[in-house]
């Protein structure tokens, strides 16, 4: 395609609220056969809601939620921004943790009210040798088979609730899939959430590959695994945790409602978050760079 050509590309794109990095980005949608779709914030809305509290005997729930809620209010995730505005809307003010820090793709740990506190996956408390009692491990099991998220909530090294949370699929996300699938890409999912509930926003999105559990560090092999096989890819996220996946695919394309993060290390942005777009983008680029000579 001749330059003018690329720059009439990207002027349409702007209007179709997609923001090209480079005329060049149009080139390198060409070869893309993959679309590797995150899910939290990409293909659900990412707002997430507190849904049930279970807990363990002789635990309280407003102790429950006061203590997970003062961690998660330290902390930006969307689970965490449901778990605090939940235990803040059922318990009223939170204390200020003493001591915070987020263990990516797990949860978050500290100090609250004197307690050390966990909140997150199961896998964070067996770090710390902690193991959810059968009560508490059937409940999250029911929540997961109902595609929510489970997370547990330890302190003082004991298993003492298991809160359930779930996130809406886009309402556009379904159509969106159509679209790459028309354009004849094959689309995978990709989450650090559990296989359960990865492959219940899956069967709602029409997708059938899924790639569950993975952690942040991890997503960038996963692009490069299916590069290894042959795959040219074009990855959509928005997470901090998509950053570097999003730079090593051939396509990387960010939500222009996620993370700064993301949005540098994308070469597309699409501007109003909306997961149609992303066909809009590589349906553009096909047509600047085919038919316009
Ligand atoms: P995704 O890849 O879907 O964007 P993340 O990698 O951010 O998800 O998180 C993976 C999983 O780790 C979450 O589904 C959740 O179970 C757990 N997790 C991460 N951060 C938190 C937190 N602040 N509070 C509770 N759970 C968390
Ligand atoms: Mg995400």
Same mark, same amino acid.
């Given at each position: 395609?001749? %330059?003018?050509?690329?720059?009439?590309?990207?002027?349409?794109?702007?209007?179709?609220?997609?923001?090209?990095?480079?005329?060049?980005?149009?080139?390198? =949608? $060409?070869?893309? *056969?993959?679309?590797?779709? *995150?899910?939290?914030?990409?293909?659900?809305?990412?707002?997430? =809601?507190?849904?049930?509290?279970?807990? !363990?005997?002789?635990?309280?729930?407003?102790?429950?939620?006061?203590?997970?809620?003062?961690?998660?209010?330290?902390?930006?995730? %969307?689970?965490?921004?449901? #778990?605090?505005?939940? !235990?803040?809307?059922? #318990?009223?003010?939170?204390? @200020?943790?003493?001591?915070?820090?987020?263990? !990516?793709?797990?949860?978050?740990?500290?100090?609250?009210?004197?307690?050390?506190?966990?909140?997150?996956?199961?896998?964070?408390?067996?770090?710390?040798?902690?193991?959810? %009692?059968?009560?508490?491990? $059937?409940?999250?099991?029911?929540? /997961?088979?109902?595609?929510?998220?489970?997370?547990?909530?330890?302190?003082?090294?004991?298993? $003492?609730?298991?809160?359930? #949370?779930?996130?809406?699929?886009?309402?556009?996300?379904?159509?969106?899939? $159509?679209?790459?699938? !028309?354009?004849?890409?094959?689309?995978?999912?990709?989450?650090?959430?559990?296989?359960?509930?990865? /492959?219940?926003?899956?069967?709602?999105?029409?997708?059938?590959?899924?790639?569950?559990?993975?952690?942040?560090?991890?997503? #960038?092999?996963?692009?490069?695994?299916?590069? @290894?096989?042959?795959?040219?890819?074009?990855?959509?996220?928005?997470?901090?945790?998509?950053?570097?996946?999003?730079?090593?695919?051939?396509?990387?394309?960010?939500?222009?409602?996620?993370?700064?993060?993301?949005? /540098?290390?994308?070469?597309?942005?699409?501007?109003?978050?909306?997961?149609?777009?992303? @066909?809009?983008?590589?349906?553009?680029?096909?047509?600047?760079?085919? =038919?316009?000579?």
């Amino acid at each position: 395609a001749t %330059p003018t050509a690329l720059m009439v590309g990207t002027g349409r794109g702007a209007q179709l609220g997609i923001l090209i990095k480079g005329p060049e980005v149009l080139e390198s =949608t $060409r070869r893309v *056969d993959t679309v590797v779709l *995150d899910k939290t914030g990409t293909v659900t809305t990412g707002r997430m =809601t507190l849904l049930a509290t279970h807990t !363990a005997t002789g635990v309280t729930e407003a102790e429950v939620l006061r203590l997970a809620g003062a961690l998660e209010h330290a902390s930006e995730h %969307p689970i965490a921004q449901a #778990v605090a505005s939940g !235990a803040a809307a059922q #318990v009223g003010a939170l204390p @200020a943790p003493e001591d915070f820090a987020n263990v !990516a793709g797990l949860g978050v740990q500290g100090i609250v009210e004197g307690h050390a506190v966990l909140v997150g996956r199961e896998q964070l408390l067996k770090d710390w040798s902690i193991g959810l %009692p059968s009560s508490l491990a $059937r409940a999250k099991a029911e929540a /997961e088979a109902a595609g929510r998220t489970a997370i547990a909530v330890a302190w003082d090294g004991e298993a $003492r609730a298991v809160l359930e #949370v779930a996130d809406a699929v886009k309402e556009t996300s379904p159509e969106a899939i $159509r679209r790459l699938r !028309a354009l004849g890409l094959t689309p995978i999912l990709l989450t650090g959430d559990n296989r359960a509930v990865a /492959e219940s926003v899956a069967a709602q999105v029409g997708v059938d590959r899924v790639i569950a559990e993975v952690m942040p560090e991890d997503k #960038v092999d996963v692009v490069r695994k299916l590069q @290894a096989e042959g795959r040219s890819v074009a990855m959509v996220g928005d997470g901090v945790n998509d950053a570097a996946a999003l730079a090593q695919a051939d396509l990387g394309l960010a939500m222009g409602t996620g993370t700064d993060a993301a949005i /540098e290390a994308g070469d597309l942005t699409l501007v109003r978050g909306d997961l149609r777009s992303a @066909a809009d983008a590589i349906r553009l680029s096909r047509k600047t760079l085919g =038919t316009i000579k």
